[in-house]
C-alpha cells in the first residue's frame, strides 16, 4: 500500500479517508463491487466487521455513532445490498445519527447498459440522507469522502450515501486493461470509435488521480443558540414555580459531552425526564430524576424546557404541555422546535450546550423542594404499584416479565449497556431497568423499526469494548437478527441476548384481539432460540420458570465475562402490565 498521496487505488483512496477521521471500523457484506475498500481498509488498519445482512452493518454504524458522537461507516455492494440497507437508513436517518453509507456501482461507462446489479440508487437512497454523492473520478472519492462525513455531523446529524463506481476502485493499470479488452481488436468504424470512446472515458477518470492532496477532516462547529433566547430561557426558568426539563436523543449529539451535560442538569437543580439516549444521563438514582406519570407532571408545569425533543406523537403532539405553560425549545432543528406547537422560546442549537449554558447562568439558584418532593412521591407510589406486579410473580406457570427486570436491574453490572429491540417485552424493560450512566441504552428512536437488536449490539460492542452488553429482543423482533449469532462468535462478540419468549408479536395482538377479535398473523410457537444461538457456535440457556432465572443471569454473565456469546431463552407468562398501551 502507498503512503502519503499516492494511492494504490481508489479503494485505498477512500480508505485513508476513513483512516484520517480515526473510523475504527467498517462495517460490510461483501461484494464484488466494494472488494478493494474492505481490502485497503484492512491494510490501513480499520477493523472489518462482515455481517449476515447489509441492514445489520448499517445498524451497527449507527450505533456506532450515537455511542461516540462521530459517524459510523457502512459499506454495501451494488443493488440488492443497497436497496437492503434502505430501513436501516431511514431509522437512523429519524434518529439524527450521523453515519456513512459506501455503495458499489457499477462499472461508470456501462451503468443503465444492463450491467450486473445496475440500478438507478441515487433516487432510492436520497430521501433518507442528508447527502446522496455520485463519484464520477478517482481523484474524487477521498474528497467524496471527507465532504459526506462533514456533512453527516454538521447541524442535524444524519445518513450519507457516497457512491463509488467499481472502475473507481481499482488500479489504473487493471481499469486500462479492462476497457481495452472490452473495446475488442475489431478495425470496423464503429469498433474504433468505440475503443476512442472508452479511452477517452479512462482518461477522464483517472485525471488528476496521481496527484490526491491527502484527505483532512472538516472542522464541524457546534451550532449555538442564540445569546437573546438564552437570556429569555433564563428568565422563565428562574421566575417558574414548577418547571420541568425533558431531555431526549439529540441532547447527546455530542457524545463525549455526556459527563459535563449530566453535570449541569445536577447544577440546575429543575426535576427532569429522561428519554431515547439521554436514558441513565443521571444515572441510576437521582434525585432530579423522574421515571414515572411524566404526563401529570408536564401538565402541571409551569415552565417546560424541551431539549432535544419534539412535540411528537410521544408528547400527543404537543398537547401534554399546557397551553398556559412557558415553552422553551432547544432544539437543532427548526422544524422540529416548531412541531405541532409554536414554543415561547425557540433556542435553535445544540441542546446540551444549551443546558450547559442555562446551568452556568442560573447555577442552583432554582431549587423548588416542595415541587420536586411532590413529583418524587407520585414516582415512588408507581414503583411500588410495579413491585406489587413483579411480585405476581411465581403465581403462572413460566416467568413473569416484570419481575424479570427487576431480577435483571439487580444482576447487570455497572458497565451494562442495553440495547433494546422489540415490542411489549422491551417496553417493560425500559419501565423498569436503570440504565447504569450516559450512554448505556440503545433502542431504535422515533420509527420504531423491529430488528435493529443484533446490528446495535454488534456496533455498541466496538464502541464500547468490555462493557457487558445486553440485547434484550421480544421474539418476534429476534427473528430479524438471529442468524448474527454467526458474526458475534466469528467477531467474538460477547453479547448476552435475553429472548423474551412469550411466542407472539404481542404488542399487536394485544390490541387487535381486543378490537378486531382474532390473532391472525400475530401467534408464534415457543421455539427454541437458544438452540439456533449453539448452532451457530454460541452458548445457549434456555429458562422456563421463575426459579431458573437467577442461576440463568449469574451463569450467562460469566460466559459473557469469558468472552462467550450467550442466548437466554425466557419463556415468558402472560401479564397485563402494558395493558392500554398503544402509540400511534
Ligand atoms: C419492521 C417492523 N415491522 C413491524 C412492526 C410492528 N410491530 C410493533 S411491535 C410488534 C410486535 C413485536 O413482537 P415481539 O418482538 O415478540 O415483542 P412482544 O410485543 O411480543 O414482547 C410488531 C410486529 C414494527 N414496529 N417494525
Ligand atoms: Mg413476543
Known sequence: MKSGTGYAHGGDQVAAALQAHGVPALFTLCGGHISPILVAAKARGIRVVDTRDEATAVFAADAMARLTGTPGVAAVTAGPGLTNTITALKNAQLAQSPLLLIGGAAPSALQGRGALQDIDQRPLVAPHVKLAKRVRRVADL???????????????????????????????????????EAAGKGTSVPDRLLRWYLNRHADRLFAGSGNVPA?????????????RSLERAAAALSLAERPLVVIGSQALAQAINAAPLA???SRLGIPVYLSGMARGLLGRDHRLQMRHARRNAL??????????????????????????ATLIAANRSTKEARLNRAPTVAALGDAG???????????????????????????????????????????????????????????????????????????????????????????????????????????????????????????????????????????????IAVVGNDAGWTQIAREQVKMLHDD??????????????????????????????SDALRR?????????????????????????SISM
Open 142 to 180: 477521498g474528497p467524496a469522502v471527507v465532504e459526506a462525513l462533514g456533512v453527516a455531523r454538521e447541524g442535524v446529524p444524519g445518513p450519507v450515501f457516497v457512491e463509488c463506481p467499481v472502475d473507481l476502485l481499482y488500479d489504473e493499470a487493471s481499469i486500462r486493461k479492462w476497457y481495452a
Open 263 to 265: 453535570a449541569a442538569v
Open 556 to 580: 450467562a454473565r460469566e460466559l459473557a465475562a469469558s468472552g462467550r456469546p450467550v442466548l437466554l431463552n425466557v419463556w415468558l407468562d402472560r401479564t397485563d402490565f402494558r395493558e392500554g
Open 520 to 549: 391472525v398473523g400475530t401467534v408464534l410457537a415457543r421455539s427454541a432460540y437458544h438452540d439456533v444461538a449453539r448452532g451457530f457456535g454460541a452458548e445457549g440457556i434456555e429458562v422456563r420458570r421463575a426459579g431458573e432465572v
Open 353 to 495: 450546550q444549551f443546558i450547559e449554558q442555562l446551568a452556568a447562568q442560573l447555577g442552583d439558584r432554582a431549587q423548588r423542594p416542595q415541587w420536586i418532593s411532590a413529583l418524587r412521591e407520585r414516582d415512588q407510589a408507581r414503583e411500588a404499584e410495579i413491585d406489587a406486579q413483579a411480585n405476581v410473580q411465581g403465581a403462572g406457570e413460566h416467568v413473569n416479565p416484570v419481575a424479570f427486570f427487576r431480577d435483571l436491574d439487580r444482576a447487570a453490572g455497572e458497565a451494562a449497556l442495553f440495547v433494546a429491540d422489540g415490542g411489549d417485552f422491551v417496553a417493560t424493560a425500559s419501565y423498569i431497568l436503570r440504565p447504569r450512566g450516559p450512554l448505556a441504552w440503545l433502542d431504535p428512536g422515533v420509527f420504531g423499526t423491529l430488528g435493529v437488536g443484533a446490528g446495535f449490539a454488534l456496533g455498541a460492542s466496538l464502541a464500547r469494548p468490555g462493557c457487558e452488553l445486553w440485547l434484550l429482543w421480544g421474539d418476534g423482533a429476534s427473528g430479524y437478527g438471529l442468524a448474527e449469532f454467526d458474526t458475534f462468535v466469528r467477531h467474538g462478540i460477547p453479547v
Open 215 to 227: 484527505p483532512v477532516p472538516r472542522d464541524v462547529p457546534v451550532a449555538a443558540a442564540s445569546a
Open 299 to 324: 401538565r402541571e408545569s409551569d415552565c417546560v424546557l424541551l431539549a432535544g425533543v419534539p412535540c411528537d406523537f410521544r408528547l400527543d403532539y404537543g398537547r401534554h404541555v399546557r397551553r398556559s
